[in-house]
């Protein structure tokens, strides 16, 4: 410890020059300065000289215009190691400065054509090669040496680092001490001495006033900012029209697994329920390339990696009465068969797809089913000459499109188990209810503004439902009954 208890507290301003004992005796002499900032440092350790000395004792500072500085970024390492090997993509990066970056502000008009540099120079990839937001630094040091002996470098230590980028963001490392300890700095000489610190935010509190301006400088630059990425994305951006909703879908046949026979391919289309339609050359139905299969595990695998895009618009109807009617989604259908040498094609599976109420990104494996005869005598036509039962109607995989009735019975339809189909489903959703307010406040008048809770879709379906159910048995027990116990109940009541 020093022979005398020994405490120093510093209010340090932004970009405040603090020198330290190093620095007095470095730029004192004439014959060290290089640089116009180096003259600058003499002339201000002159005046300090000659007010009486520096104030600070062990506290000074680096600004963002020291060599320290400047420095410091060049000889950051990426790991903790001390017998770390920069790497050659360090040692290129370890050029490109990331602060002081002079950019000549571009207009809006003259970027929009200018969004993509086809012959892109030298210096403008090195600029650009990182995310070159400016960045002023300060450094917060200590001069731990032993005591009567300041100004050594070996015993220089960083206290703390104060950046502040071009987005307003201020990043001070560590943080302000608050109700933690202080920081503790252990030096590795023969004492072993231990230094302990505390930072503390001494700016004085914003006015409400002052508060206020901030706020409506900040709503101008977001104003500005908003009319500035306008200016970028143009008018070309289209809408939906009100009540409609617009639903997007890149989608990829990513493979098909667990078939019996080789050179797999997919025949797909897509069924749009009652109040769903789509462009007159939107394309709803396709076929993939004959993929042959690999072994992967004890699957065969066939990838098809097929992508298709489909562009759907659902126009709401008015609800007036209650239960609300939910909207049905659009189904993919699809069927996987297969081609020999003797282009002799089977049927290997059929399934359905009803497509994702959520947007984002869906992974999705569907298995399969084929329809089979009874016997031995079908099995073989279909080993040697091929062809299968087929159904006539795809849509008979769920509900059949022409299915009238109450209850559809499949009872003696005969069918096997096969493999399965992978989707990979890109879902975008576009409605002008997502973006007005009164959305969140009326979120169960439309059936729009359910469309933003598709989690809560399902649950509430099913309750719907269930009650529909419930209300369809009340009825039916009621008609059931004897007439003149009906009557007695209601007299009675």
């Given at each position: 410890?020093?022979?005398?208890?020994?405490?120093?507290?510093?209010?340090?301003?932004?970009?405040?020059?603090?020198?330290?004992?190093?620095?007095?005796?470095?730029?004192?002499?004439?014959?060290?300065?290089?640089?116009?900032?180096?003259?600058?440092?003499?002339?201000?350790?002159?005046?300090?000289?000659?007010?009486?000395?520096?104030?600070?004792?062990?506290?000074?500072?680096?600004?963002?215009?020291?060599?320290?500085?400047?420095?410091?970024?060049?000889?950051?390492?990426?790991?903790?190691?001390?017998?770390?090997?920069?790497?050659?993509?360090?040692?290129?990066?370890?050029?490109?400065?990331?602060?002081?970056?002079?950019?000549?502000?571009?207009?809006?008009?003259?970027?929009?054509?200018?969004?993509?540099?086809?012959?892109?120079?030298?210096?403008?990839?090195?600029?650009?090669?990182?995310?070159?937001?400016?960045?002023?630094?300060?450094?917060?040091?200590?001069?731990?040496?032993?005591?009567?002996?300041?100004?050594?470098?070996?015993?220089?230590?960083?206290?703390?680092?104060?950046?502040?980028?071009?987005?307003?963001?201020?990043?001070?490392?560590?943080?302000?001490?608050?109700?933690?300890?202080?920081?503790?700095?252990?030096?590795?000489?023969?004492?072993?001495?231990?230094?302990?610190?505390?930072?503390?935010?001494?700016?004085?509190?914003?006015?409400?006033?002052?508060?206020?301006?901030?706020?409506?400088?900040?709503?101008?630059?977001?104003?500005?900012?908003?009319?500035y990425l306008s200016g970028l994305v143009g008018t070309d951006f289209e809408m939906p029209l009100?009540?409609?909703?617009?639903?997007?879908?890149?989608?990829?046949?990513?493979?098909?697994?667990?078939?019996?026979?080789?050179?797999?391919?997919?025949?797909?289309?897509?069924?749009?329920?009652?109040?769903?339609?789509?462009?007159?050359?939107?394309?709803?139905?396709?076929?993939?390339?004959?993929?042959?299969?690999?072994?992967?595990?004890?699957?065969?695998?066939?990838?098809?990696?097929?992508?298709?895009?489909?562009?759907?618009?659902?126009?709401?109807?008015?609800?007036?009465?209650?239960?609300?009617?939910?909207?049905?989604?659009?189904?993919?259908?699809?069927?996987?068969?297969?081609?020999?040498?003797?282009?002799?094609?089977?049927?290997?599976?059929?399934?359905?797809?009803?497509?994702?109420?959520?947007?984002?990104?869906?992974?999705?494996?569907?298995?399969?089913?084929?329809?089979?005869?009874?016997?031995?005598?079908?099995?073989?036509?279909?080993?040697?000459?091929?062809?299968?039962?087929?159904?006539?109607?795809?849509?008979y995989i769920r509900i059949p499109s022409t299915f009238k009735g109450k209850r559809l019975s499949?009872?003696?339809?005969?069918?096997?188990?096969?493999?399965?189909?992978?989707?990979?489903?890109?879902?975008?959703?576009?409605?002008?209810?997502?973006?007005?307010?009164?959305?969140?406040?009326?979120?169960?008048?439309?059936?729009?503004?359910?469309?933003?809770?598709?989690?809560?879709?399902?649950?509430?379906?099913?309750?719907?439902?269930?009650?529909?159910?419930?209300?369809?048995?009340?009825?039916?027990?009621?008609?059931?009954?004897?007439?003149?116990?009906?009557?007695?109940?209601?007299?009675?009541?």
């Amino acid at each position: 410890r020093p022979p005398e208890d020994e405490e120093e507290v510093a209010e340090v301003r932004w970009q405040e020059k603090l020198f330290s004992q190093f620095e007095v005796d470095l730029y004192l002499k004439e014959s060290a300065c290089q640089t116009p900032l180096d003259w600058q440092y003499h002339e201000e350790i002159q005046k300090l000289e000659k007010a009486g000395g520096r104030k600070n004792c062990r506290i000074f500072t680096y600004t963002d215009h020291d060599r320290f500085t400047n420095l410091e970024e060049l000889c950051q390492k990426v790991t903790d190691s001390d017998h770390e090997v920069p790497s050659y993509l360090v040692e290129r990066m370890a050029n490109v400065r990331r602060r002081r970056q002079d950019r000549r502000p571009v207009e809006a008009s003259s970027l929009k054509s200018k969004i993509i540099t086809w012959e892109p120079s030298e210096e403008f990839i090195k600029n650009n090669h990182v995310i070159n937001t400016p960045v002023q630094t300060m450094y917060i040091m200590g001069d731990l040496g032993p005591y009567g002996k300041l100004g050594q470098r070996e015993y220089e230590n960083v206290l703390c680092t104060i950046k502040v980028d071009g987005n307003g963001v201020i990043t001070v490392k560590p943080d302000f001490t608050g109700t933690k300890g202080a920081y503790r700095i252990e030096l590795h000489g023969e004492k072993r001495e231990v230094w302990e610190y505390t930072i503390e935010n001494a700016s004085a509190q914003v006015q409400p006033e002052e508060e206020e301006r901030e706020q409506r400088v900040f709503r101008d630059l977001y104003g500005r900012h908003k009319d500035y990425l306008s200016g970028l994305v143009g008018t070309d951006f289209e809408m939906p029209l009100p009540g409609t909703l617009r639903l997007f879908v890149n989608g990829e046949i990513v493979s098909a697994q667990g078939y019996e026979y080789d050179n797999l391919y997919v025949h797909f289309f897509l069924e749009l329920p009652n109040q769903w339609s789509s462009s007159p050359f939107q394309q709803l139905s396709g076929v993939t390339q004959t993929c042959a299969t690999k072994s992967v595990g004890w699957d065969n695998v066939a990838y098809f990696c097929y992508p298709f895009t489909v562009d759907m618009f659902y126009t709401q109807e008015d609800e007036g009465v209650f239960p609300y009617s939910l909207p049905q989604w659009p189904v993919l259908y699809f069927e996987v068969l297969s081609l020999d040498f003797w282009q002799r094609y089977r049927v290997e599976g059929y399934g359905s797809l009803v497509l994702p109420a959520c947007p984002g990104v869906h992974m999705l494996t569907i298995p399969t089913w084929r329809p089979v005869d009874l016997g031995t005598v079908a099995e073989m036509r279909r080993f040697f000459i091929g062809g299968s039962p087929e159904l006539e109607d795809l849509t008979y995989i769920r509900i059949p499109s022409t299915f009238k009735g109450k209850r559809l019975s499949r009872f003696g339809f005969q069918t096997q188990t096969t493999g399965s189909v992978t989707f990979r489903l890109y879902c975008l959703q576009q409605s002008k209810a997502f973006l007005e307010n009164s959305a969140l406040r009326q979120r169960m008048q439309s059936v729009l503004d359910r469309l933003g809770g598709f989690s809560q879709q399902s649950s509430v379906y099913n309750v719907l439902e269930a009650f529909q159910r419930a209300r369809r048995r009340m009825q039916e027990a009621r008609e059931s009954l004897p007439q003149d116990l009906i009557n007695t109940s209601a007299s009675a009541v």
